[in-house]
């Protein structure tokens, strides 16, 4: 096998007058049936970014060599580098080698060497060994083989015309380290002189409490720069700005990042949350954290899903003190301790229940702030001497010295209307706390 300094060597030739693009082909007909999720090309599109190298496209292609060999071509004729992700193994339907020699106009050669030690790591694990395993010591001509010390079949590096291929395995415990080991560093290598290697780097703000249109209209005169760009995401209850920028290194993206970041927190103040992987929940916890408050929360149509999204961050033991899930009327007077006669006038689904719910688990636990949830998430109307429509939801917030109440009827499905009441929750909590 080929070391990753000859690979290197190989590939630092590559010099190119326009920016170097690649292209991702995700195989696998499992991948269209949906039976698998194909996480393995954002990983290797992020990796082409931070090494400078524009991703133009991603494909996916079904075990059928025709059509294999068709994407590779097709992407060879835009692309300088073209990364496959799948169908390396032993079996009939692992077709990469040979639409990769197809597509570059080569031949698979039969590595000896590569043969008698797949032979011997089969016999050293006491398993049989078939024929077919053979199948992973070809590679095209103009490859060099990439070692992957978590499984049989090899990775491979093609360099022909001036193009590069780079074929990997599908597994995640073999595609994972590899992508983000000797991959990598092929790819940064890709530059023929160290100053003009290049990163495309991103910042995301997270903003909650404001719609997506509503924060592309504040920021539009944001959005026409070419170095950094600025580009709007709509999520679940929240909105993404990423900025991002290209430039030499991390630290000198940062620097033209910053001044767009900072514009943006002016035009939008504290609807900024967080940046990055920072999720409300965690923004939440620090909050109270800081203030040395404590809470508890109080579910009926959640489920206990905003006590989860509050416990799934590290070290909020010391501010979540606990939660009820109130689901039935028996539960909410019972449990909770509302008052029969409450629910009986108002309807379980009302303001009314909403907050008395937050006051009485602020009181059972003794917290700073106590959350009340209740709501119907459909997909019909709540069995109530008054039914709710599908989506009507009510989020109260008490503390000892304020109470709030907000209503809101959400649109969606049931999952995505329940993940929008912990998110409205999240936001109320966070507003009483700055």
Known sequence: MCSINELLRQTKGMKSDHSINAEIISVGTELLLGQIIDTH???????????????????????NLERLVSALTESLSRSEIVITIGGLGPTNDDLTRDAVAAALNDELVFEEKF????????????????????????????????????????????????????????????????????VRNILRGTYAQKEQSQVIHSRTLRIVGIGESQVEKQVKSLMNGENPTLAPYAHIGEVHLRITAKSSSIKQADLLIDPVDDKIRKILGNAVYGIDDTNLESAVVQLLQQSNSTIAVAESMTGGSLGARITSVPGSSAVFLGGVIAYSIPAKVEILGLNAKLISDNGSVSQEVALEMANCVRRKFNTTFGVGITGNAGPGSDVDPDPKPVGLTFVAISSASSTRVETVSFRGIREDIRQRATQLALRLIREQLI
């Open 115 to 182: 043969a008698a030690d797949l032979k011997y790591y089969f016999e050293n694990k006491g398993l049989k060994f078939a024929d077919s395993n053979l199948k992973q010591a070809y590679r095209p001509s103009c490859a060099t083989q990439i070692d992957n010390p978590n499984g049989t079949a090899p990775g491979l590096c093609c360099r022909k015309v001036g193009k590069i291929v780079i074929a990997l395995p599908g597994p995640p415990g073999e595609f994972n380290p590899m992508a983000d080991g000797p």
């Open 41 to 63: 090309a954002p990983t290797m599109a992020k990796i082409l970014a931070d090494c400078g190298i524009g991703c133009l496209r991603r494909t996916t292609i079904g075990d």
